[in-house]
């Protein structure tokens, strides 16, 4: 039998919260135009003009240890909402590019179905159904009046 392997404890880097670099604020207590980045997403914004964050939220955690800065990965970043620009709406060509790669996936090269689903097409080659021998349930794929081979050649 191998030798037990000492594990060996890691340190948490601490670092005084006067020496973080930006500042750090708690829940509930961030300055009104500053946002993180998925309530900038809810708003229907992206970043935009931000070049990075200007403050820290700290997590849950850190929020009971008043004098050391937040090093966890749950923090969050914050950003603010005047540098911000509405999200970019793709064009009618990028949603055609992009319902034609989706249909690709989702289609059995064998029954010709698309599938609400992507299919396995690199390992088995066809969807379950053309695979196993059985007449899928309708409510899983999409009944379309066009041939879909059509739809992929053009």
């Not at 005047?82 to 289609?107: F, G, N, S, Y």
């Not at 179905?113 to 007449?135: A, H, I, K, S």
Request: proline share 11%; net charge positive.
């Amino acid at each position: 039998m191998p030798p037990t392997r000492l594990k060996r404890r890691r340190e948490a880097r601490r670092i005084p919260r006067s020496e973080a670099l930006l500042p750090e604020y708690d829940r509930g207590a961030v300055p009104d135009g500053l946002v993180t980045r998925r309530a900038l997403r809810e708003m229907g914004l992206s970043p935009g003009d931000n070049e990075g964050p200007l403050a820290i939220l700290r997590c849950k955690l850190c929020a009971t240890r008043p004098n050391w800065s937040c090093r966890h990965p749950s923090r969050g970043f914050l950003l603010r909402v005047d540098l911000a620009v509405p999200k970019r709406v793709p064009t009618l060509a990028q949603e055609c590019a992009l319902d034609k790669a989706m249909a690709a996936r989702t289609t059995c090269p064998q029954c010709l179905r698309r599938y609400y689903f992507c299919l396995p097409l690199r390992t088995v080659g066809v969807c379950d159904p053309c695979d196993q021998g059985y007449e899928p349930s309708p409510d899983t794929y999409m009944a379309s009046t066009t041939p879909v081979r059509h739809q992929l050649a053009a």
